[in-house]
């Protein structure tokens, strides 16, 4: 089994790269896509936040949900600002997908 490292804080985590650290095997994608529909309605916002927050700058992801998610990008922007851009890959209105990129 590898070492395990625990940060004070999570920025010191965040500022780690994952492929110089990790040892499960795993490598990251290019582009990872959340599919937002497979994740239970009440915890939906929280995981969704928890999957944005961990993207180190410059790095992205595309959220999928089968409606607009609008009230997701408006939480974006009051609780992040411009550290997080956002631009629609598809519009409906079967999917929505939408590229999330850590500005910084």
Same mark, same amino acid.
């Not at 790095?59 to 609780?79: G, R, V």
């Given at each position: 089994?590898?070492?395990?490292?625990?940060?004070?804080?999570?920025?010191?985590?965040?500022?780690?790269?994952? &492929? &110089?650290? $990790?040892? $499960?095997?795993? *490598?990251?994608?290019?582009?990872?896509?959340?599919?937002?529909?497979?994740?239970?309605?009440?915890?939906?916002?929280?995981? @969704?936040?928890?999957?944005?927050?961990?993207?180190?700058?410059?790095?992205?992801? @595309? @959220?999928?949900?089968?409606?607009?998610?609008?009230?997701?990008?408006?939480?974006?922007?009051? !609780?992040?600002?411009?550290? =997080?851009?956002? !631009? =629609?890959?598809?519009?409906?209105?079967?999917?929505?997908?939408?590229? *999330?990129?850590?500005?910084?």
């Amino acid at each position: 089994m590898g070492n395990i490292e625990i940060h004070r804080s999570r920025s010191e985590a965040v500022d780690q790269s994952h &492929a &110089a650290n $990790c040892t $499960c095997g795993e *490598v990251d994608e290019d582009l990872p896509e959340l599919d937002v529909q497979l994740i239970p309605h009440a915890i939906r916002h929280a995981a @969704i936040f928890g999957a944005i927050e961990a993207l180190r700058p410059g790095a992205a992801l @595309i @959220i999928s949900a089968t409606h607009n998610p609008l009230p997701l990008l408006t939480q974006l922007e009051a !609780k992040h600002g411009a550290a =997080y851009t956002t !631009k =629609y890959v598809e519009q409906g209105p079967e999917r929505f997908r939408i590229l *999330v990129r850590n500005a910084g």
